[in-house]
């Protein structure tokens, strides 16, 4: 039986590395809603939204090993998943110095409450002047760079730790394009309100 | 135009994504007890992020979902 031993115990281990590849793949399959969330605002369209995560899904199951177990796999699977969106020909380029922003956070309600007739209207009422349409559109105008933390922070609900990981960025850079981006988005919203 | 308190308003982000530290916090919330204004805004804030997370939600296709499905490794023989 000398020969069957290290046969056992390799079958076993095979057997292993099969059950943890297939335990891998349920789990990246079950997040997948929440990164096609993500993926679909990273991008202009369904369609690449839908060709990306076909990549990512592909490249994810094809270099599972890579993987640390216990860590954030729905992280692990967005980082893999804004690296082919950057490859795919947006390079990241760097930012010129943009002028500041004149508005500030409040500037947004301050404009929404403007179109309301009422004195001291509620806050739901202010919401109201927004449609559904408008949030699409003026989140897909805000500059790539912005929007990707955008994204990853207020969509995806990562955390500021997260989104620097994923995106290969510092801290202090996701911070700060957080800040502008809200910013940026607020003043397409406050363009597209509706004033009837 | 509102109250015109711009420290509350450059609080306004921290403050939701909860990065502020406990004293500035407690400063924050003595100011939104004493201004309605600014917390009418900081409620506007809130509920903006909520309505933009689900107003640009678009559930994935089925089609995807298969598709994603198909790139799992083969069963291993038994």
Known sequence: ?196 | MGCGCSDCEEMMQPYMDKVLTEEQVREAQEHLARCPGCEKRYRFEYKLRMFVRVAVDEPMAPELRARLAGLRSPAPPH
């Open chain 1, 1 to 196: 039986m000398s020969e069957s031993a290290p046969t056992a115990a390799e079958s076993r281990r095979i057997a292993e590395e099969a059950r943890d590849r297939v335990r891998f793949e349920e789990e990246a399959l079950q997040l997948s809603d929440q990164v096609y969330r993500v993926a679909r605002r990273l991008v202009g369209s369904r369609e690449e939204a839908e060709d990306l995560m076909q990549d990512t899904y592909a490249r994810a199951f094809r270099s599972w090993q890579q993987y640390q177990p216990g860590t954030n796999l729905r992280a692990w699977l967005l980082r893999i998943l804004t690296n082919l969106n950057i490859d795919r020909g947006r390079r990241q380029r760097r930012m010129p110095e943009l002028q500041p922003l004149e508005e500030g956070d409040y500037f947004l309600y301050d404009r929404l409450e403007a179109t309301i007739p009422d004195e001291n209207p509620d806050e739901e009422r202010v919401l109201e002047r927004l449609s559904q349409n408008a949030v699409v559109e003026a989140l897909a105008e805000v500059p790539h760079d912005f929007r990707d933390v955008l994204v990853l922070v207020d969509i995806g609900e990562f955390s500021y730790a997260e989104a620097a990981q994923i995106l290969d960025i510092p801290l202090g850079t996701v911070m700060s394009r957080l800040h502008r981006g809200r910013r940026i988005l607020k003043r397409a919203l406050a363009e597209k309100a509706v004033t009837a």
